[in-house]
């Protein structure tokens, strides 16, 4: 299987802290993306990072990409209760699909 | 904001019944999927669609499943005779252009529950 994996599956914090999900992959890929889904939704894009690229921001979302090792990270910094959701990273493993790992749910208590 | 549309939002259907899920993805979106998600673990490709025609399937798109675009406008999943194990969520998704450099928007989701 090309899925990726994701730890930790399940995350509990404070509002105010920070917030960091890994993601492995398998082989090599043009792109990764984040994606996060709010219970029984959709997927919504949060940010993507291209192969050439090591770390990109917005807003409160730093994303790293480490090609070497095969894997990135997802931080989320002074978080608040509406982010919490489930996290997935997505990786299109140069075909024409993206392959989303396992995701982290994330919990953020007032 | 273009968003993608998706009917029916919960469907609820007998074991051996054939099931149509229908999207209607941004108009000018070119590359269309459906992906699933049972009981909200993993987001599970299912097939792409480009140029009216299937680009890619995966192992769970088996002969069951088919995809159409009948009218320039909708992007269907069919399921020809439903089991247990098909209940999920549905998700439907379009883009641009190739989904590795570009952004997939999701639609809400269609349940299937199968009985």
């Known amino acids: 299987s090309q899925q990726g994996e994701e730890d930790p599956q399940a995350l509990s914090i404070q509002e105010g802290e920070n917030a960091t999900m890994n993601c492995s992959y398998k082989t090599s890929i043009n792109n990764l993306q984040w994606y996060r889904q709010n219970s029984g939704r959709g997927l919504v894009h949060l940010i993507l990072?291209?192969?050439?690229?090591r770390e990109k921001h917005s807003g409160r979302l730093r994303v790293t990409l480490d090609t070497s090792k095969k894997s990135s990270s997802l931080l989320i910094t002074a978080s608040r209760a509406a982010d919490t959701a489930s996290y997935f990273c997505?990786?299109?493993?140069?075909?024409?699909?993206?392959?989303f790992g396992t995701g982290t749910r994330l919990q953020v208590f007032p | 904001e273009p968003e993608v549309t998706q009917t029916p939002s919960h469907q609820v259907t007998q074991m051996g019944q054939e099931v149509i899920l229908r999207c209607v993805p941004i108009?000018?979106?070119?590359?269309f999927y459906w992906y699933r998600q049972i009981l909200g673990q993993k987001v599970e490709f299912l097939v792409s669609?480009?140029?009216?025609?299937?680009?890619?399937k995966s192992e769970i798109f088996d002969d069951q499943f088919s995809v159409e675009r009948p009218d320039g406008s909708n992007f269907t999943l069919k399921i020809r005779s439903t089991k247990l194990e098909d209940s999920a969520m549905y998700f439907c998704?379009?883009?641009?252009?190739?989904?590795?450099?570009?952004?997939?928007?999701f639609g809400a989701g269609s349940r299937l529950t199968v009985l």
């Open positions: 997505a990786t299109d493993y140069n075909t024409d699909k993206l392959i």
């Open positions: 990072i291209r192969s050439n690229e």
């Open positions: 998704a379009s883009t641009e252009g190739h989904s590795g450099a570009n952004v997939l928007t």
């Open positions: 669609f480009y140029n009216n025609e299937i680009s890619e």
């Open positions: 108009s000018n979106h070119l590359y």
